[in-house]
């Protein structure tokens, strides 16, 4: 008999389950997981490391601070989601990349400046949510 | 000992939009037409592979249903893309392994079912489920290539600007009005750097290929154009940092298409790539080795990659031109590279192309860069 046993629950999240979001006294924090034979980090979760094949996974709470690799803000998307929005992919330290919401001005954000996460905002009534968000930590000039 | 492949017939509808036409119904007359170039009959072909993106259950048995031909060995392949490109591959290797002596290979998409937008993408992806969209997955790459190598939005815009300048001289084409770089940058805005003319259009679209046996070719077609490589890769999954300003997948599949090939990039006469967006086409000129790293905008605006040019690319009018029915793509791009090959191409022919590439990538899936990667290799 195979075990099966994956961390993620469509049911309870069609987008992110609720356990890779902790609270934390500064507001939230992302939970991957870190393979304990490689080392590798991994999010969002999974049932077995892609780089050794490794069912022997713990949860990791990631760094909150990151540096912002590219974005792209959206003006065209099914629905229910309500554009503009901004997305773009967080390299965070311990070698991992998030797809990621961002906030604030488009227009003050910049190649590799440095971002942080905060919970997201309520969203508009019908419309979608980002599960969690980043955003820029220090003020740039535009 | 795997036998040579050639193509003996192509046949392609024109891409545009057929809201009222079944995926069948724009399948079967590019089937016949393709048939009808290479003077087979349906009795002649010993299997059949159909590619399709979105189209649904049994795309092949529904197209060659209409056609008398269902009741052969029907393969229905899904790869993203680069389905149409992937079912050549298979029909390729079915050939080549000595299975069957011809069979047929189809590419086929109504994205018009849609009802406009972004192509719709796996919603159990969790980037997707979170508001990724095709256009900005591109445009991110776009955006840290324009960061990195110093190209401005007036420069992607140029590359619409030669799309069109192609694409006008081709009857199959979706978009054949040419444009100006003031007004792909006035389009409206789709994913930021992106606007609307920087994007593929959406639309509907079938394109179908025969393969022969090469050494039983000439008894079909005057001017049988052989398969030199065929190849397919799949994307590397990363959870951690990539590189999106070189596409890893496209280098890696062209490195491996050209030793297959024996051929290298300088050899490469006319190309047919995935420009689904316009950065896009810069970063494979930069990957096929065409250029060096970095050099792609120079490239462009040489004036080498136009037709008159030392290696024109996208001759059809591209995906950003032509259109992109999505697993229609890498069948029409077959069509236009053999057409070339064999000089058909009236106003739009590379004089004296002997070698031609096409390229098809996909991709949509959290981790990949790109899912999946098929280069094919022509000559004469």
Same mark, same amino acid.
């Given at each position: ?12 999240? &069609?987008?992110?389950? !609720?356990?890779?979001?902790?609270? #934390?006294?500064?507001? +939230?924090? $992302?939970? =991957? ?42 003006? &065209?998307?099914?629905? !229910?989601?309500?554009?503009?929005? #901004?997305?773009?992919? +967080?390299? $965070?330290? =311990? ?42 930590? &220090?003020?740039?000039?535009? | ?380």
């Amino acid at each position: 008999m195979i075990e099966f046993d994956t961390p993620l629950v469509p049911g309870a999240n &069609a987008r992110l389950s !609720p356990d890779h979001l902790r609270p #934390t006294a500064a507001g +939230v924090a $992302l939970v =991957g997981q870190r393979c304990q034979d490689c080392g590798r980090t991994l999010f969002p979760k999974t049932g077995i490391c892609p780089g050794c094949r490794s069912e022997n996974l713990a949860d990791a709470e990631l760094p909150a601070q990151g540096t912002l690799y590219s974005w792209s803000v959206v003006y &065209a998307a099914p629905k !229910p989601w309500r554009t503009p929005y #901004t997305i773009g992919y +967080v390299d $965070l330290a =311990g070698d991992v990349r998030v797809f990621s919401h961002i906030a604030g001005d488009p227009a003050t954000l910049r190649v590799g400046m440095p971002v942080a996460l905060s919970a997201a905002p309520e969203a508009d009534d019908g419309a979608a949510a980002a599960p969690f968000v980043f955003q820029p930590t &220090a003020k740039e000039n535009a | 000992m795997m036998r040579e492949v050639a193509v003996i017939g192509t046949g392609m509808i024109r891409f545009g939009k057929y809201p009222d036409v079944s995926l069948a119904d724009l399948g079967w007359p590019a089937a016949r037409q393709a048939m009808d170039d290479a003077g087979v009959e349906p009795e002649d072909i010993g299997a059949l592979f159909c590619g399709t993106g979105l189209g649904g259950p049994m795309p092949g048995q529904r197209i060659f249903g209409r056609l008398g031909m269902a009741g052969l060995p029907i393969i229905n392949v899904e790869n993203a893309c680069s389905s149409g490109s992937s079912a050549l591959n298979l029909g390729h290797t079915a050939i080549a392994s000595g299975r069957y002596d011809i069979v047929m290979v189809m590419g086929v998409e109504k994205l018009t079912k849609f009802n406009g937008g972004p192509i719709p993408l796996e919603k159990e992806d969790w980037e997707v489920a979170n508001g990724l969209v095709m256009p900005a997955l591109y445009a991110m790459r776009a955006r840290r290539y324009m960061h990195e190598h110093g190209a401005t939005p007036e420069q992607l815009a140029g590359v619409v600007v030669k799309s069109r300048r192609h694409a006008a001289l081709n009857p199959d084409a979706q978009l054949r009005g040419e444009t100006t770089v003031e007004e792909v940058l006035a389009s409206r805005m789709i994913a930021d750097p992106f606007t609307l003319f920087q994007c593929c259009p959406t639309g509907d679209g079938a394109a179908a290929v025969v393969l022969c046996a090469a050494d039983l070719a000439s008894r079909y077609s005057p001017r049988p154009v052989k398969v030199q490589a065929s190849h397919v890769a799949s994307g590397h999954f990363e959870s951690g940092p990539r590189d999106m300003t070189v596409p890893e997948i496209t280098v890696r599949c062209a490195a491996e298409t050209y030793e297959e090939a024996g051929l290298g990039p300088e050899d490469i006469d006319v190309a047919e790539v995935h420009d689904a967006f316009t950065s896009a086409e810069l970063m494979y000129y930069e990957a096929f080795g065409f250029c060096r790293r970095g050099e792609a905008v120079q490239l462009l605006e040489s004036g080498a990659t136009s037709l008159g040019g030392r290696i024109p690319v996208n001759p059809s009018g591209g995906l950003l031109s032509k259109g992109h029915p999505v697993a229609a793509t890498g069948a029409a791009q077959v069509v236009e590279v053999v057409r070339q090959l064999q000089g058909r191409c009236g106003k739009r022919q590379v004089e004296g192309a002997k070698v031609g590439l096409t390229h098809a990538t996909g991709g949509g899936i959290s981790g990949f860069d790109h899912g999946v990667c098929a280069i094919h290799i022509f000559t004469v």
